[in-house]
């Protein structure tokens, strides 16, 4: 059997270039934190509020909880340090007296505006520019990445 030195290569480039983006994306993320004052877990809630609020929907905090995967008692502790610091705010339900929304500040738009929206538009501009046949290729490469982590993470 002939041995494929180049098949080895590309793949071997291919995960070279996939470990390069992983730091630079370790990175990036690291310095949003800094910049922010905000956690993996204060970013992502900051993200599905501003998400929500373009989209008009009402977030309550049991949504949050389900979103990111965190009880109760941790989702009421993270909204109080948000809402000390400027960045959600909780208002009352105006169709049920008994429930509150959560919606985030304008402050909390120009901070992740000035830190992730730049990045995202980048990353969303070189997916347009992939052809549909190169777009399924790498939908298809980061689905099995997926997999692979979710796999290997629970072993």
Do not use: C, W
């Not at 949003?32 to 599905?48: F, Q």
């Not at 008994?98 to 997916?127: K, N």
């Not at 490469?141 to 692979?148: A, G, I, K």
Request: net charge negative; no cysteine; charged share 30%.
């Amino acid at each position: 059997m002939e041995h494929d030195q180049s098949g080895e290569d590309e793949a071997s480039a291919l995960l070279t270039a996939y470990d390069r983006f992983r730091h630079a994306d370790l990175a990036r993320q690291a310095r949003v934190r800094s910049k922010t004052g905000m956690g993996d877990n204060e970013l992502r809630l900051v993200r599905y509020l501003l998400a929500a609020q373009r989209d008009g929907a009402d977030v309550r905090p049991s949504a949050i909880s389900r979103y990111l995967g965190i009880s109760s008692a941790s989702t009421t502790a993270l909204l109080d340090r948000l809402e000390r610091a400027g960045t959600l705010q909780r208002v009352n339900d105006p169709t049920d007296r008994r429930s509150i929304l959560i919606t985030p500040t304008a402050t909390a738009a120009a901070t992740l505006a000035a830190t992730v929206d730049e990045y995202e538009q980048r990353v969303t501009g070189l997916a347009e520019d992939l052809d549909e046949v190169a777009r399924r290729i790498v939908i298809d490469f980061l689905d099995s990445l997926t997999e692979v982590a979710e796999e290997t993470a629970v072993r």
